[in-house]
T-cell receptor, first 112, second 116 residues
Framework: DAKTTQPNSMESNEEEPVHLPCNHS???????IHWYRQLPSQGPEYVIH???SNVNNRMASLAIAEDRKSSTLILHRATLRDAAVYYC?????????????FGKGTTLSVSS | DADVTQTPRNRITKTGKRIMLECSQT?????MYWYRQDPGLGLRLIYY???????NKGEISDGYSVSRQAQAKFSLSLESAIPNQTALYFC???????????????FGEGSRLTVL
């Protein structure tokens, strides 16, 4: 699977939007972009995923660049509960027999 | 009850001891995974299984073995534990997803292992 690059850490204020970037310049045409987050003392949880088009769900939005070499996870109004490590992962749909490989992610801090 | 249950949640053991971490799930998923988390290193994949007769090595399988006893159960063993295996271990499950894309992963709460 292609590699992703994320900032080690980001800070935000409560109730402000947060844009978490992810670079994946070697992405292939069949790579899906997945985002997970890990709250303190918990296992990771799924946030969102997409292929080409922007995606929205109750937790967040995923904006995918037109060339797909980067993407941004958007939290529209950060809360203290959103403080977590966020992982951006690429998953090749042509390799259904492999597993998700996590990196180090971005640690998001949210201040009140 | 949690969909993915790991036991034990915490374990302290000594170097050279055999340790088994167990994972059971009630989600009916075929795919199960073991990950290890160390501070500053994110999650690393140890082993995964896509059905009862399928076992695959992940990024860091050396020193570990697994057993898929049933669809719902996936155990991780450390035959002779060493201190650098001190870590937080997570079990996860998923379904096959769609269009060849792995479905959403569901994680257990983790098993903290300390090897003295």
């Amino acid at each position: 699977d292609a590699k992703t690059t994320q900032p080690n850490s980001m800070e935000s204020n409560e109730e402000e939007p947060v844009h978490l970037p992810c670079n994946h310049s070697t992405i292939s045409g069949t790579d899906y972009i997945h985002w997970y987050r890990q709250l303190p003392s918990q296992g990771p949880e799924y946030v969102i995923h997409g292929l080409t088009s922007n995606v929205n769900n109750r937790m967040a939005s995923l904006a995918i660049a037109e060339d797909r070499k980067s993407s941004t996870l958007i939290l529209h109004r950060a809360t203290l509960r959103d403080a977590a490590v966020y992982y951006c992962i690429l998953r090749d749909a042509d390799q259904a027999g492999t597993a998700l490989i996590f990196g180090k992610g971005t640690t998001l801090s949210v201040s009140s | 009850d949690a969909d993915v249950t790991q036991t034990p949640r915490n374990r302290i053991t000594k170097t050279g001891k055999r340790i088994m971490l167990e994972c059971s799930q009630t989600k009916g998923h075929d795919r199960m995974y073991w990950y290890r988390q160390d501070p500053g290193l994110g999650l690393r994949l140890i082993y995964y299984s896509f059905d009862v007769k399928d076992i695959n090595k992940g990024e860091i399988s050396d020193g570990y073995s697994v057993s898929r006893q049933a669809q719902a159960k996936f155990s991780l063993s450390l035959e002779s534990a060493i201190p650098n295996q001190t870590a937080l271990y997570f079990c996860a499950t998923s379904d096959i997803g769609f269009f060849g894309n792995t479905g959403e992963l569901f994680f257990g709460e983790g098993s903290r292992l300390t090897v003295l």
